[in-house]
């Protein structure tokens, strides 16, 4: 048999805290479950990480410990030391498991479903304010009581708005989880500045069927004893089952719901609706039975060119990009969208002349340079479509453009977006050769 020294010792003390890691990580995980550690901004998480750090570093310590209690002993072997070792973390570890298991607090079930508590609280017959009148407090709450202690207690609804008069007494119904099945169940009711309600509810541990019918009227004296008086509150209760949510859609499910939600969406813009509400349906992406519609709605408008032109010199550079888009999807561009498009593109212009006027101190976020370049990259889509379908020539503005966007180097937007597109399409369209500094095409 092999002697323990140093070196073997601090091989069961590592082994050992590896093994005391990952036990007592598991028992934290057991215990985060059992106990309902909340799983906000990762607390339970913590926990188990926690907790297994410290259960690793008191294996390794106990490793040790063990590894020379065994190199001290008649069989100073590494295996003998490396069972002891072992097999107290695992025994450790299973007591701890037990006694949390044992303490922890396990809601009933009826055929697999959680139950909930219902009660129905009967107030006295000199009780004569409406209980909904009442100020103060309205609280209902269900404890586990064991040995005259209470151990736990989970708060519940006392439904005042709910109240009921029957033969001349209120009645206020409760509820709450029954969130475990452990002690003797008592309920706890105040109104206002009075308690309504302190009674032990007759439930055994794991309710059953019968149990989902009201009970009778209680609480019932003993034999032989007078009446429960009318003057003092009573009560009656039964389980009801908490049926488990739905399962969520499934993939296909989901996808038919959001269909049918953006074709009701679709289908509640009225015909005569103003251009900007149909522009958000005809990108090339969109479902082609509704971009189909709504390109219809469109050009159906009369005078649908000059809104289309307006939009595309709105102020908001979303709603300008989208009708310029729009325009370069036309089939048959006419001379009135050309027009538009031009307008568009001495906008871009006037925006550059701006951007370029102003300095960084007015402008730090250099969103003026932002603006432009999103309206020239819609303003380039249409150009393109109409030179293409139109023989329309724009060369005069993007020369323009492009002469501008030389101006502003300290913008990497205007260099990249602006300057780079209108050199290429220069060169493409006019002959005209790119000049030192243009950022040449991707």
């Known amino acids: 048999m092999k002697r323990l020294n140093w070196l073997l010792s601090l091989l069961v003390a590592l082994l050992t805290g590896i093994l005391a890691l990952f036990a007592a990580g598991l028992v ?43 190199a001290a002993g008649p069989a100073p072997g590494f295996g003998r030391a490396i069972l002891y070792a072992f097999g107290t973390v695992v025994s450790v570890s299973g007591i701890i498991a037990l006694l949390c298991y044992g303490f922890a607090d396990f809601p009933p079930t009826l055929e697999g479903e959680e139950l909930r508590l219902e009660v129905e609280l009967r107030l006295p017959m000199d009780h004569k304010v409406p209980p909904v009148e009442v100020k103060g407090a309205r609280d209902f709450e269900l404890a586990s009581v064991v040995d005259h202690t209470q151990r736990a207690v989970r708060y519940g609804e006392l439904k ?13 119904s409760a509820e709450v989880l029954l969130f475990t099945s452990r002690g003797d169940r008592v309920i706890d009711a105040h109104l206002g500045e009075s308690s309504i309600a302190g009674f032990v509810v007759p439930l055994p541990a794991h309710p059953g069927k019968e149990f989902e019918q009201w009970s009778e009227w209680g ?34 499910e989901y996808e038919a719901q959001k269909e ?12 005569n609706a103003p251009i900007g509400a149909w522009l958000e349906y005809t990108p090339e992406w969109m479902n082609e039975k509704r971009r189909k519609t709504a390109i219809s709605r469109i050009i159906e408008r009369p005078q649908f060119t000059h809104e289309l032109g307006a939009l595309m010199l709105d102020e ?16 048959a561009p006419d001379a009135g969208i050309r027009e538009v498009v031009a307008a568009a593109g001495r906008d871009v212009i006037g925006r550059i002349k701006k951007f370029n006027a102003s300095s960084v101190e007015q402008d730090p976020s250099y969103e003026g340079a932002a603006d432009a370049s999103i309206r020239f990259s819609s303003w380039m889509v249409a150009v393109r479509a109409l030179r293409e379908k139109a023989k329309a020539d724009f060369v005069p503005e993007l020369r323009e453009i492009l002469e501008l966007s030389r101006l502003r180097t300290d913008s990497y937007v205007v260099q990249q977006d602006i300057r780079r597109v ?19 095409p991707k």
Do not use: C, N
């Open 28 to 70: 934290a995980a057991a215990y985060a479950d059992w106990y309902h550690l909340p799983s906000r901004e990762g607390a339970s998480g913590f926990f188990v990480l926690f907790m297994g750090l410290l259960g690793g570093v008191a294996g390794t310590v106990l490793g040790l410990i063990v590894a020379r209690v065994v």
């Open 160 to 172: 005042v708005e709910q109240a009921r008069l029957e033969e001349g007494r209120w009645i206020v």
């Open 219 to 252: 609480p019932r004296p003993p034999a032989g004893s007078s009446a429960w008086p009318d003057s003092k509150t009573s009560y009656r209760f039964r389980v009801q089952r908490i049926p488990p949510p739905p399962p969520p859609p499934t993939a296909e």
């Open 260 to 271: 049918a939600a953006e074709q009701a969406k679709f289908d509640a813009i009225p015909a």
């Open 316 to 331: 908001d550079p979303r709603k300008a990009e989208a009708a310029l888009r729009f325009a370069g999807s036309i089939p």
């Open 422 to 440: 209108s050199s290429f399409y220069m060169k493409e369209w006019a002959g005209v050769e790119p000049m030192p500094g243009d950022p040449p």
